[in-house]
């Protein structure tokens, strides 16, 4: 006679605190109730700056950020270079236009770049997807912004945000790691009155270690590692965010504690390490089941943000200030500022790359996930120098649970944008046509 486990599902959601911790572990106990999937698990949009190099048009490596080459036969730009290790992760697309209204507009870019609508006058594809596959997870949609606010006393609606709810109509990011993962992972902040826990000085993950031993036991040896990944994972992650920002340039009195002191999240040189948090933040969630939806915008069009300030990067030059924006108007490539811009764009190919690496790290089902999930890179021009609306520079990488063959560039000469987002919205199992002039799914692109 078969005995019924002790460990049931509202037990194990319990012993972990909520769904968060619960949901990929409960998937390991009931491997039979997982059905087959066809469709993209999760997608994560990732936006930047300012577009890209671009002055010949994509036709040098040394130049130009596209890559050269067709289906699997392509070399990588030198901007391109830091996506090296995930070639064959990636579709690095050329030739897609976001039509000519708004041409050589920053802000006509930035609203229709996940609308697919002239002047933003559509719900974005990232809103439309969080109410349909999004609907079953939690967190219907996950916004997280570094810097995506000029300051924190920003408007609340701007055409410098991309994700539109309703036509004409933006929402804001969240730019405060600390208060994404305290939202996410049930660690808010005390109301004013209220006493508590520093939660610097607290673990989601101790509290609960020893019923993770007991489940460990139960678990085979391939399962039980996985276990152990994940377990690590939310160790790392939560260390890295609740201690981003502690560390400064030499020579500063006291150490900037987020959790205290919000004006850190708009000093340009914290924002590798909060653009990296919200990163691991955006990770964490999917991994956990909370999210199947996500939007990273790193910064804003015609961005302030003096990237010059960065340590530890090629672009660092103790004090002289290059801003991305000032940058992209490099002019021509004799130009020093063309040197400056090409460097900004192969550190944001390098951030891309850090998304993409947290997620191959992570195990899903048979692969990783990477395999299992979407991921589009994206910005709201193609040359930043000249604001183009055309050939522009989108990227999709992982292998959107076996929807999207990758390894391959692909050139889509004249082809509006829309039809990008509709193949997205068909790889996550949505079969609609998205945005104005749609012709349907990019030819070639999903399996």
Request: glycine share 10%; with cysteine; net charge negative.
């Amino acid at each position: 006679m078969k005995t019924r486990s002790t460990l049931s599902r509202r037990n194990l959601l319990k012993t972990l605190g909520g769904a968060a911790l619960a949901l990929p572990f409960y998937k390991l106990l009931s491997p039979s109730e997982a059905r087959a999937e066809t469709t993209a698990k999760r997608v994560i949009f990732f936006y930047f700056p300012d577009g890209v190099a671009l002055p010949f048009g994509g036709t040098s490596l040394e130049d130009d950020f596209h890559a050269q080459g067709q289906g699997s036969n392509f070399t990588l730009s030198k901007q391109l270079e830091p996506l090296a290790p995930f070639k064959n992760d990636c579709v690095f697309l050329r030739g897609l236009t976001m039509g000519g209204t708004d041409s050589n507009s920053h802000p006509g870019g930035a609203k229709k770049l996940l609308t697919g609508v002239d002047g933003g006058n559509g719900q974005s594809l990232d809103q439309y997807l969080a109410q349909t596959v999004g609907a079953s997870a939690p967190w219907h949609h996950l916004y997280l912004g570094a810097m995506s606010k000029k300051s924190k006393d920003a408007p609340l609606a701007s055409d410098e945000y991309i994700s539109y709810p309703s036509a004409g109509q933006s929402i804001v990011p969240e730019d405060n790691p600390l208060t994404a993962f305290s939202s996410l992972f049930g660690q808010g902040t005390s109301q004013p009155g209220q006493t508590g826990p520093n939660p610097n000085d607290v673990s989601i993950i101790d509290g609960v270690l020893d019923d993770m031993k007991s489940l460990q036991t139960r678990l085979g040896n391939v399962e039980k590692s996985k276990l152990d990944i994940h377990l690590e994972a939310l160790r790392e992650a939560e260390k890295r965010i609740k201690t981003t920002g502690t560390t400064m340039e030499a020579g500063c009195d006291s150490p900037l504690t987020p959790a205290v002191d919000s004006e850190a999240l708009y000093k340009d040189e914290q924002f590798p390490a909060i653009l990296k948090a919200q990163i691991d933040t955006m990770v964490l969630g999917m991994m956990c089941g909370l999210t199947k939806v996500g939007t990273l915008q790193a910064s804003y069009h015609t961005s302030e943000l003096i990237m010059s300030r960065f340590q530890g990067t090629e672009m660092y030059v103790p004090n002289f200030d290059m801003r991305s924006h000032q940058a992209s108007h490099y002019g021509t490539t004799s130009n020093d500022l063309y040197g400056h811009f090409k460097k900004q764009c192969r550190w944001w190919m390098s951030q891309f790359a850090y998304l993409l690496g947290e997620l191959q790290k992570r195990p899903d089902g048979d692969g990783t996930m990477l395999d299992t999930s979407l991921i589009v890179l994206c910005t709201e021009v193609s040359d930043g120098n000249n604001h183009s609306h055309d050939n522009m520079p989108f990227i999709l990488a992982g292998r959107a649970n076996g929807r999207l063959s990758t390894g391959r560039a692909l050139a889509y000469d004249g082809v509006r944008h829309s039809n990008l987002l509709s193949s997205i919205a068909h790889a996550m199992g949505e079969q609609v046509c998205f945005g104005q002039e749609c012709g349907g799914p990019l030819n070639g692109l999903l399996s």
